[in-house]
Each structure stands twice: as C-alpha cells, then as structure tokens.
C-alpha cells in the first residue's frame, strides 16, 4: 500500500488568506470613492492616493491579527516596494500607449512608401512618407556597425584575452566613455570635422557621430559574453598546438558569436533613436540620398524632431507616426537581443 | 662476435620558447591599438572641443562659468560685443538633476527591493523586462510623451504643491505659468535614470551574501528585517553608486528636456516656474542661428559639460565597481 503524501505548505496562501485580501481591496477600492465623492479632492491622483492609503490601513488591521505586530512593518515594506514598481511601469504603460494611440492615427500606406520631396511637413495626413528617414537611419546604422563593432570587439578581446597591464585603465575608460552625452559627440564630429576639412554634414558623419556612442555598448557587452566562454576550450585549443591568434578567431569567437550578434545589437538599440548628435552632422534632405559622403540625409529621429518643432497638428502626428515605427524597430531589435541572450544562456547551462 | 648495435641518434633538445608567433604578435599589437581607441577618441574630444572654445575661454575667462548673461550685440563701431555665461545653465542642468535623482532614487529602490524579495518569479522576469526596455527608449522619445502626455498631469500636480507648499520660496512663483518649468523636466528625467538606477541597485542586492541573509532569516527576522539589517548596509554603496551613473545621464540628457523645459538665462531656484536652464539644451537652442563667436562659446560649453559628465562618471564607475564585482 503506498501513501501519497501531499507536502504540507504552511507559506502557501490559504483560501482563507485570499478571501482577507480580496476583502481589503474591495474595502479600500470603496473608501477611496466614499472619500473622493465627499471631500473637496478631486481626479485620478486622489483616487490613487486614497486607495493606496486605506489599503495599507486595512490591510495592515489583517496582518496584526495574523502576524502579530512584528508582521506589520514587513507587511507595509511589500505594499510600498510594490507601489514603486507599480508607478514605474505605470510610466512605461503610458509611454507605449501613447506612442500606439497617436501613432496609429497618422499611419498609412503612403507614410512608409513615399519621401517627403512632393510634401511638407503641414500638409494634411496622407501626403508623404518618411522613406527617405527609414533608409537614412538604415544607412547611419550601417555606418556605426561597420566602425564599432571591430572597435568594440576588440577592445573586449584585449579586456578578456591578452589580459595586458592597461586593462584596468582601459576598462575604466570604456565606462567614462559611455557616460559621455550623445550633444558632445555631436558637437566633437562637428568640431573636428566639419569646421576643419571641407566634409559637409552627412549621413557619414552621422555615423561616426554615432560610433562613439555605440563603442561601450559593444565592447561591455562583447566582454561579458567574451568571460562566459569556458577557459577549457581556450586550454583546449592552445593544448592542440594552437597559437593565441587561431585559438581566439576558431574557437573563442566562434563559440561565442551569438553573443557578439547580441552585442551588435543592444549597440544598435542604443543608437537608433539618438536625436541631438544627428541635429550637428546630418543635414536635413527630403528626398533619397544613397550617397553617404555628400549631401544631407533624412532620419527617423530627425524627421521626429522637425515634427515636433513644426507645432501644427499635422507636423506633431507626423511626429508621432515617425516614432511608432522607430519604436517598433527598437522593440524588434530588443526581443532579438534577448531570445539571442537567453539561447546562449541555456547552452552554457547544459 | 659481437651484436651490432645501431648507432644512437640522439635527437638536439628541442628549442623551448615563451617568445609568440609572428602572427601572436601581430594580433597583440593590433588589438591592443584598438583597446586604446577609447582612450584616443576621449582625449581628442577634449582637445578638439578645447582648440575651438579657446578664443571664448579666453576671452571670458571664468567668467564664463560664473555669468549668467550671454549675448551678442554689436556697437556702434561695428565692434560685436560677446557677453557668454554658464552660469544659469550649469544651475538649473543641477536643479533640475537634482529633482530628478529626488524622485528616482526611492522609486528605484523600492522596485529593486520588490524584484529581488517580494515579486513572484512571473512578476519579477516581467518587471524586469520593463526596467529594461525603459532603458531602450529613445531620448526624443521621453522628450514627445513628457511634452504631450506628462506635462498636462504634471502642470496639475504642480498647482497642487503650489497651492500647500507655495510658502517655500522654491515652491513659489511670481506667475502661475507652471508649463515648462525645471519641475517638469526634472520629472521626465526621473522616468529616464530610474532603469539605471534600479539595475544597479538590483545587482547589488542580488549580490548580498547568501549566509548573512539565511542567518538573519535563522534569527527570525521577517523580510523587512533582512532587508534593513542586511541587505541596505551591505547595499549603501551600490545605490549611491548607481544614483550617480543616473546624475551623469541626467546632466548630459539633451533632447528630452528641451522638449519641456523653458530655456532662459536667468538663474532660478524656483522649480514651479516656467524658467529654467539646461546646458546640453542650450547647445542645440543655439546651435542654430549660431555666428563664429557663438560657435566658440557652444564649444567651450560642450568642453564644461563633457568634462562634468566625465567627473561624475568616473566617481560613479569608481563606487560602483567596488561594490558590484560581476559583470559590467
């Protein structure tokens, strides 16, 4: 004869408790409106306040006759962390919504099909797209890859393999040099190059207007997944009669290559909205410019950013329009990076 | 008769060497160049931002950090007459970074306490997912939702504090216009150093060691318990730490705050009204219908703003890497 024995769990939630929570919810959901309705406060702030404040009462009553007094504090410290929490995604809800609400109002068809060249900026909705941005973003994107990421990736290799006595220093730089604000690499590309030789802004400068910023993303995360690779595989490869040089570019960046697909682009998120360096070395053009060395360039951001300063209605939907389709490019770009993180993850774990 | 015994060969001793490969060394050195190209790109900001602010460094001397005026007109000779000062530009970049660390720095910690104790394992990977894409968001971004979304329901919390605080002189204001006031931006910079500050904070928490937690928890403290006289000690510095890398961002962050803040030379500490200042902001306010003598001063602005961000960032990294050992 076997027993099933059902493991006991003390710490569970018994029906009883979530009849006691329920109830102190629904109290204080009612005292807020009660409040709200007699008293002078008014809005959704009040409401939020008042409820936030009987519940912690009211549930604080069911906590001492369960817990004792001792259980209050620790009942109170989880109500107001999650109060925190509530209030940041609260921000973050509010954000996509927007974006989505009027966003979606000015898009169509023609927005993502045609340039501005036969259309401005105040024209009713339906005129003209934002092309010309999308392939002028795609362009500088492509610039700061084709810079940053050798650039990054090999400071990682420096920081992980060579290990040389300057990695503190240089470790220590990389992360100043994340912190340095996206208006001073605009206005160094602008200083040291556009004041200086006779290159014009341009979706080039643009891009290493860029680079600077997309230089620490790379290298700190490169790094990261760079440590994560088993020291036995570079042992391994060196054991086999390998130099340093065929270890690392057969074995270790191999074995860590999605990754350093990862890293590419978490740097591609960070820069694909930057506005203020773009405002310095882009220029502003409406139509297509396939040439990336001469003459301005529409962006997505810069687009946004026209918009907004137009000040009609039709100039901000524009706006609005321009960046739904950058955030749902930066969205597709962040999924991408984590189920590549994550997969790298769970190979490492097996 | 004797078995011929083979001659012995002797093979020479192998030559042993620690020296590299020809090709070893190659990819040393050029790796090596590249790991200095960090060190290369911020010193030629800081020369190049130098060479081209020099004549307005110059001629302001350090004035230009402690004026507040800044104008160009030209007198009656043709002569133009520079007047440049950071002053009010530099305070309110610290008011209105200040406000926002105000903010920030309770919310994050408190989701940092409630990921790492109090969520459910759904609800923590959710949350953090969310942190993580606060930090995704595009600068122009924050500034379009604060200017159209925000600042609506900001103007009305500020008429509130008015109405109850308007006895404190920073809560006062000699005009109700609360539009666009250092408030608001400080607000929308609060959204935007939140997911820096919460990571950081998360990591260091995550990071308190196992057994002092455990034995708090043997002593029979709730969670509260653990958390201060556990997890906050040993946490302190990481928060601190991560509030910093927030303040760097926050004096450098540009597009957001001109999309809400109204820019004007004049030094002002009340936070309600509509005034305020901003040095990355005025960089682009100006840039525009900038001349040469302009173009020196945003330069030389540029050079105070980097070399601040820079200050703050290397204290931060300096706390930071101290408390949190993995990763970063």
């Known amino acids: 004869m076997t027993t099933n024995v059902k493991p006991m769990r003390p710490w569970a939630a018994s029906n009883r408790d979530r009849a006691l929570t329920g109830t102190s919810v629904l109290l204080s959901i009612l005292s807020s409106v009660i409040v709200v309705q007699l008293t002078p406060m008014k809005g959704k702030l ?17 906590t001492i006759r369960k817990f004792g007094r001792k259980g209050i504090r620790d009942a109170l410290a989880a109500k107001i962390t999650l109060l925190g929490a509530t209030i940041v995604s609260m921000s ?52 700061s890859i084709f810079f940053a990421v050798p650039m990054g990736i090999l400071t990682a290799l420096y920081l992980t393999e060579i290990k040389g006595k300057a990695s503190g220093i240089i470790q220590f730089l990389v992360q100043a040099m994340s912190g340095v604000p996206s208006v001073v690499a605009g206005l160094f590309i602008y200083a040291a190059i556009i004041l200086n030789t006779p290159l014009r802004p341009s979706a080039f400068l643009g891009g290493l207007a860029l680079t600077i910023l997309m230089v620490p993303t790379v290298t700190r995360t490169s790094q990261e997944v760079l440590n994560l690779v088993p020291m036995d595989l570079r042992e391994a490869g060196l054991a086999m009669g390998a130099t340093q040089w065929k270890t690392v570019a057969l074995v270790v960046l191999p074995a860590a290559r999605s990754g350093l697909i990862t890293a590419t682009i978490l740097g591609v998120a960070r820069i694909a909205g930057e ?14 410019n396939f040439n990336p060395f001469f003459g301005g360039t529409g962006t997505l951001p810069t687009v946004i950013w026209g918009g907004l300063g137009g000040g009609t209605s039709e100039s901000v939907q524009r706006g609005w329009s321009a960046i739904l389709i950058l955030l749902i490019v930066i969205l597709i770009l962040f999924v991408l990076a984590r189920t590549l993180g994550t997969r790298q993850f769970k190979k490492k774990q097996a | 008769m004797s078995v011929d015994t083979p001659a012995k060969v002797i093979p020479a001793a192998r030559k042993i060497t620690t020296k590299p490969r020809v090709s070893d060394q190659i990819f040393r050195v050029i790796v090596t160049a590249f790991s200095f190209s960090a060190l290369v790109i911020l010193s030629l900001i800081a ?51 200040f406000i926002a660390l105000f903010f920030a720095i309770p919310l994050s910690v408190m989701t940092a306490l409630f990921l790492t104790f109090y969520a459910p394992e759904r609800v923590k990977k959710f949350l953090i997912t969310i942190v993580d894409l606060m930090a995704a968001f595009p600068s122009i971004l924050y500034g379009l939702w604060g200017f159209f979304v925000l ?40 959204v935007m150093i939140i997911p820096i500050i919460t990571s950081v904070s998360r990591e260091v928490f995550a990071q308190t060691p196992l057994d002092r937690v455990q034995a708090a928890y043997a002593l029979g403290a709730t969670k509260w318990g653990v958390i201060k006289a556990v997890v906050l000690p040993f946490g302190a510095n990481g928060v601190v730490g991560g509030s910093m890398l927030g303040l760097g961002r926050a004096f450098g962050e540009t597009v957001a705050v001109f999309s809400v803040l109204n820019i004007v030379f004049r030094t002002n500490f009340q936070i309600l009204f509509t005034q305020g200042g901003n040095v990355a902001s005025m960089i682009i306010l100006k840039f525009g219908e900038a001349g040469p003598a302009e173009i020196s001063a945003l330069m030389a602005s540029g050079l105070v703003l980097f070399l601040l961000t820079l200050f703050v960032n290397f204290i931060a990294n300096y706390i930071v890497n101290r408390t949190v050992k993995s990763g970063r």
């Open chain 1, 46 to 62: 009040a409401y939020f306040a008042v409820f936030f404040l009987s519940w912690l009462v009211i549930d604080s009553l069911f």
């Open chain 1, 92 to 143: 973050v809800a509010s954000i996509l919504w927007a974006t989505l609400t009027k966003g979606l109002k000015g898009l169509n068809l023609a927005f993502i099909t045609e340039n501005m060249r036969n259309a401005s900026l105040f024209d009713p909705i339906g005129k003209g797209g934002v092309l010309h941005a999308i392939i002028g973003t795609l362009t500088l994107i492509l610039i």
């Open chain 1, 275 to 288: 506005t203020a360096p773009l405002l310095f070395t882009v220029g502003v053009f409406d139509g297509y």
């Open chain 2, 47 to 97: 020369a190049f931002l130098f060479i081209k602010g020099f004549s307005t460094l110059k001629e302001q001397g350090f004035g230009f950090i402690t004026n507040f005026q800044w104008s160009v007109t030209t007198d009656d000779a043709g002569k133009e007459i520079t007047h440049f000062g950071l002053q009010a530009m530099l305070i309110g970049t610290v008011v209105i970074s």
């Open chain 2, 151 to 190: 600042m609506p329901m900001a103007e009305y919390w500020a008429k509130l504090l008015h109405k109850w605080l308007g006895w404190i002189y920073i809560f006062d204001v000699p005009q109700p216009i609360y539009l666009r006031s250092p408030f608001i931006a400080g607000l929308v910079l609060t």
